[in-house]
Every structure is written in C-alpha cells, then in structure tokens.
C-alpha cells in the first residue's frame, strides 16, 4: 500500500464552522506533513509530525489545529476560517523527515479542497 | 531562511524535442534535491531526486544534475511526449534541526504535439 488517503476531497464551510480534515497512511512512514496549495502556487508547508510529535509548526493562525492520534493518521481540525483560507489541502508522508538517508520522499495524498464561504 | 528559485516559469517545446528547467538554492547544507510533477488537479508525485554526494542521477528519459558549487540544479526531459504536460517543482531540503523541504516556485511545461 504505497497511498496516503484523504477525506473529504470537497468542503464548503462557512466562517463560523468547525470541520477536519483526515488523513492517513499505512506504510509505516513516522513523519507526516500539512502543505496548504493555492492555484498556480507551489504547497506551502504548514505543520510536520515526527514519531507523532509536532516539530515544526510554520506560524500558522490557531484557526488551523493539527492533531496526530496514531503513527497512521493525522487531522487538521479548522475553525472560524476566512475566506482567503481557500485552497487544496494536502497531505504528505515520508519515512522520516526530509534530508536524512531514505527518509527524502514526500507522498501526497490527493488532497482536500476547501472553500471557505 | 532557505530559497530556491525556479527558472522558467513556463515552457512550451514540440513534442520529441528536450526540455530542461533549472533550479538555485541559498542553503548550503541542503542535501536532497527532488523533483515533483503535478498534473491539472492530480497531487505532486515525486518523479527523480539526487542527494548532494551525486553529481547526476537518470532514469529513462528523465536526468537530473547538482552542481554543488554553484548551488544549483537542473531537470532535463528528452524526447518529451503530450503527457509530460504538468506543473514541475522543484525541492531542496533545509539543513540543520528544522530538515524540511522548500520548493521552487513551478515551471508549467507544455508539449504541443
């Protein structure tokens, strides 16, 4: 099983709902990622989880809340989002985190787009 | 903090004919160097990457090179065919604690055929 899978692929929230985003891998990766994409753009990392614990966290605003509950999923809880939060969402996993002797892959899930109204 | 520029920002060949996007980064003690490929609406897959004990690195009618020195890094496509038609990023990986990966701004590569 070589796929990281998201949920939902579409969501339309309003700016004072509460939605999360899932993800989730099973190919033992210990690093999984958060990447923001908007149109024409490249992804814009936004949080990574390593061995389950955040270790980097790029200034994103608390309305962004990420949660790691196993080695295999990873959510993205959002709250009071704008509009300008609009965008593909995109998950990653690698076998560690970027750099080190095999751990360089990053595999992305499909993503999740989100309209925020 | 780590940059890495991408060159051109888009690039239109006749199908058969090569294509080669270049890539600089800031960070000297970046590592790995991949390369992503992103069709309309699909996810980023990773096509080729080299890591910085290796000059040049191929795979069919995909090759890679670093130039260590000069910070920079290049994808060549040969004989490229329509469905090479994507968005290309390029990634370095930061050094130090942080080890992430930046990417380039994408090249938009489009093969008329």
């Known amino acids: 099983d070589t796929e990281v899978t998201q949920t939902p692929k579409h969501l339309v929230m309003g700016m004072t709902n509460k939605k999360s985003l899932k993800c989730e891998q099973h190919?033992?990766?210990?690093?999984m990622y958060w990447y923001k994409q908007k149109a024409k753009k490249p992804p814009e990392l936004m949080f990574v989880y390593s061995y389950e614990k955040l270790s980097i966290n790029e200034s994103v605003p608390s309305r962004f809340s990420p949660e790691c509950p196993n080695s295999s999923l990873l959510n993205l809880h959002l709250h009071a989002l704008q509009p300008e939060d609009s965008a593909l969402y995109l998950c990653?996993?690698?076998?560690?985190?970027?750099?080190?002797?095999?751990?360089?892959?990053?595999?992305f899930g499909e993503g999740s787009r989100l309209t925020v109204l | 903090g780590e940059n890495v520029e991408q060159h051109p920002s888009t690039l239109s060949v006749q199908e058969g004919d090569s294509a080669v996007i270049k890539c600089t980064y800031s960070?000297?003690?970046?590592?790995?160097f991949p390369w992503y490929k992103q069709e309309l609406g699909k996810r980023p897959q990773l096509i080729i990457d080299?890591?910085?004990?290796?000059g040049e690195k191929k795979d069919q009618r995909i090759a890679v090179t670093l130039n260590k020195t000069a910070k920079h890094f290049s994808l060549h496509i040969t004989e490229t065919q329509p469905e090479d038609s994507a968005v290309y990023f390029c990634a370095a990986s930061t050094g130090g604690a942080t080890n992430k990966l930046i990417f380039g701004t994408g090249t938009l590569l489009a093969v008329q055929p």
């Open positions: 960070d000297s003690a970046s590592n790995y």
């Open positions: 990653a996993s690698s076998f560690r985190t970027s750099g080190g002797p095999g751990g360089g892959e990053l595999f």
């Open positions: 080299i890591r910085s004990n290796v």
């Open positions: 190919m033992g990766h210990r690093a």
